[in-house]
């Protein structure tokens, strides 16, 4: 259980880091949308191991094939399956691991629950299972740019090294012109040379990425328990080494006043003009109230541990419950962030394709276009 | 839709805070749990209005009653439910704000989604709701101390003062002994004139619950999508004015190497001695790795921002886009985390249920114990 | 588990027979229905005990009070909960089932599944419960009058008496004219006179309840598993005591050639006019092809066993395993088909409900108005 | 939506009949099975086309692969993802009917439904998708063999030639050993001419398939809509070409006396003897009392209407509404009974397993066994 996600538009992924393939099933994708291969593929490559030194150099050409649910390049309404193989798995760089725990790894854990695991690079919970959510993220975004919503994540932190300015006074498209995905290009380069040297000492990092959403209309979201933030807060919290996830005004809200932090309303309507727009002055809301989007950009942050993998010995116990030393082998990533950018933004399309289908059926008489 | 949470422990809350009464339905609590009625009206009592005068002065017994799945004082595996009557909403405090948003809260996104709205106290976005959230999670306790699981909420943060202690540091059964929930009674105190003068000043302030979690065997929480941090976040988020999550390490653990922050394993079997316990030296990992418990404790953070509703002019709009001036009535929290504790550890106990119940297939043989 | 039916539209019914009431909590009824109370009570009227001497003596007012979800008339988008309160329940009547299991019933299995059961008058099993589903379904026949969509059950059939005509022979609006709801009115008076007699002897007899739906338009219905027809036989085998379920041609179309049984389409477009509606010359189909309504009339047919009561004595066991006999006491319905066209007019009613708002996230750009 | 089945042990199924292949996703297999693959492949050679000459002459190996959720032949709780390719798809066969709806085919309503439509074999349509659920039914019957439960279908009926012993006087091992999977050897023969000559004549006729289940211990099913035999009767209609469904009595229970029909408690211990079984005397309730087992035999009967392809010329409609012939071409099954048979097994595996699974979680302390 666990590996569907979404009410409407749902996916579902299988596969595991050394098995034969990742893939994913979407189930509820409407039918009509023009499904731009190409565009997968580039966010495929966007997720890509072996981009630049600071990322893992398992070689993986993340080719994808779409095995149904797509006719003379028009979506059908039936289930889009898609399917990426694995190529470079070195299975044996794990054989070590067959009978040992890897700290802050989930060896252990599934080990407890299931009465067995595939310890092969990590098996099911393996990062490389992200494939499949960048893949199907990418059908959600294809339906979301028809809608003329744009999601844009970036690196904000790496370790200590954090961006001071907040989104609205950065060039987010910087993001996408270096290994880092910091859209400062200074910042990016002092983190580049951290990751580097992080990752000769055998060590790793963890870091921030952040997230704007743009042209959501006013309604989606569900009151109480799928708020449109909480179900944010699930689909990042559900991205390997995530920590800590907070929108709008976030941990830093809470020092503030109601006062301070209330966004009044307004209209940019001049008088006498009845089509004006709602505004809000400030955004500490991150365009959610109430758990339901007010139009104003939706914005958050998400935290990543260090990944758990390190090039070196580190204590731990074999399944018999013995103390071993477990070595560090195998490909890895010192910092996950710049590769989490994709995911980032994959998972909050999965996120609003699937508010938009569902606010679809929220009164009577609701047009489509609405 | 979005008004029910939980896969196998599932609930559906219902009503509006002027309504008749708020309620829920729990399907899936097994049959066999002894319902401890007394508990489930303290747990409520806990987060009912009128507890000091830092907290609204509505006046509500929030006295339940139990309508169905329960017989001779032992639950059927029928649907629980039960009902909170609403007695002292007063509607007319509320009616100037029929065709008025509300800065911060959700009287325009409600508008914009339905088409219409309930405007009395904020209707079905009301805090009211959680009333019902704290009667099935009562219920959700009682399933867990059955099974030795342990759940402590606390005021940790209001405004800017700060608990500085982590938890294993503090006496957590203070924090039931001051009206702020601070387990530090020097700090309570501070914190309590704080909002007080906040109160006084018709301004609100923000905080934080932090929530510990023991006695939770490990393997419950699934992977990928709905891993159990995942879960405790979209569980958290939902709660009114929550903006943030962590578990762990979280935000903090960002700016920490993977040499620092990896949890080494051990063992506390002597040499020869098969029955020993595996553990963590430490715990950033927050009790889950991979989305499943290890058998530690878990622990997190909830940021709250400050309650939206001031005693104060503010700027607006009308429903017919004209701007109008909002005024402080009706009555409120100027600070939502002494009652938000409770809501905090029901939330948690609906999750940890679910996860119990899910386990219990996980794998072929599993015997109930396990 | 099990007490909730639909997708979007979606009921959570609770409640014992003798417990304090019966309810239901739909969520997902969209917002801005207007809601007609007094046609909700004539639904519930219908399906009242006491009607004529042929139903059960039990004396229910079955009056409504919704809790929740509508404002001013209007549905608000949020979930509407209704009661039923229970008045007339005769406990005393079944002390002495506490620890026998009366045959065909669900005494023994809920004892053998729950481990404890509440014996007064069947509890939860009862289909006193069918109160919560007629409420809801009125709410959705009135979602789906808005939709000129019409459904209509009647009695085709009690013991060996058969009503030889199909229903486009039949005056339908006769089925409310008399107690057996039968629209033959002569048939109707043989069908009473049987039923009576049946009761006069202490047993009871089956029977069929029919429907017919109009007004669908092309594309309800969702492909593979949760086809139309397959969620009808679930939603109508869900109801006590039914055995069988066929829709359009059915077990008799087993018995003819496909050159036979296929349904011809034509178009009722004069040459050269493109706006003509596609239609078959004959409907063996049931109005569903590949499980999604083609815009013929939907007609199925709902098999009720004898009812399980009876005012005679039983060979039955104890819950120790020793032989008993089992007396016959308490009230029931002689013969349940009467009552049961409410019941099934509503679970149709639910599920058109549901497979409109699903349709209407089928494709991009689907107005409202398709 | 609506391509997958089950609630703990879930199934999604996707692909077309002329795409590459065809698939399944299972979602809640218990780790810890082991996968005997050589009796998944002979389950789909049991659904195989071109058996004889009187099933369709696509030939198709219909070989599988496993991808996922398997390591060292042992399910691992993961996703476990199973892929059927289509090898014999002769989509030209098919041009014609790019643009005309095939008579009781879902042709026109797929093209209403979505606006568009794989028209090659009746796209996903087609029943060659029930492959998939073959696939996944076997993992689904191994889980249910470990538990000592069996499921038999076979064919009771086609067109009119009908089995008149129910089964307990048939020896229901005889149903593989011929084509049309009768346990009848005569009237086997006898079906198989008929068939046979029906297909000559390029016309198609209808059948029942019958199957029984035995060894279910009391308990498996959940109450009010997801009844035991509701979620068979969903799970059997969801099949292609189904018309109707009955369990126990069916429409036959209709006409009895209650006091003819209910099945009578009786214990087989001896005197002074606790252990005893509890057991009915009859079993007109097909195994199943209140939605849930009783331990006895669950038997149903599975109505199947003529295949809608035929070898012969109809009157239709093109997609611009204008009168066209479609005439006979493609492969076909004459009579689609004899292949449903493992279908309607690999269904009822599917629903059982979920109802197993689900049960664990009825109530406090129930340990696996039970």
Known sequence: MGNSYGTLFRISTFGESHGKAVGVVIDGCPAGLAMDEAFIQ?????????????????????????????????????????????????????????????????DYTYQQKYGTRDYRGGGRSSARETVARVAAGAVAKLLLQSL??????????????????????LDLAQAETNAVRCPDPAMAERMFAFIDETRKNGDSVGGVVSCVI????????????????????????GIN?????????????????????????????????????????TNHS?????????????????????????????ESVSDEGESVTVTGKGRHDPCVVPRAVPIVEAMAALVLADFYLRNKVARVGLADSE
Chains 1, 2, 3, 4 share one sequence.
């Open 42 to 106: 580039r966010e495929l490559d966007r997720r890509k191991p072996g981009q630049s030194r600071i990322t893992t150099q398992r070689k993986e050409a993340d080719t994808f094939q779409i095995l149904s649910g797509v006719f003379e390049g028009v979506t059908q309404g039936t289930p889009i399956s898609m399917l990426v193989p694995n190529e470079d798995a070195r299975s044996k760089d794990y054989a070590h691991l067959a009978h040992q725990y890897r700290p802050s790894h989930a």
């Open 148 to 169: 003329s919503v744009s999601i844009r994540a970036y690196v904000s932190q790496v370790g200590k090294l954090k961006l001071a300015m907040p989104y609205p006074e």
């Open 214 to 237: 743009q042209g959501v209309p006013p309604g989606w979201g569900e009151p109480v328990f799928d708020k449109l933030h909480a179900e944010l807060a699930k689909a990042m919290m």
């Open 241 to 281: 080494a995530v920590k800590g996830f907070e929108y709008g005004s976030g941990f830093a809200g809470v020092e503030m006043y109601g006062s301070e932090h209330n966004d009044a309303f307004y209209t940019d309507a001049k008088p006498g003009d009845n089509g004006g727009r709602v505004k809000t002055r």
């Open 286 to 314: 991150g365009g959610i109230q109430g758990g339901i989007s007010n139009g104003e950009d939706i914005y958050f942050r998400v935290a990543f541990k260090p990944v758990a993998t390190l090039m070196r010995d580190q």
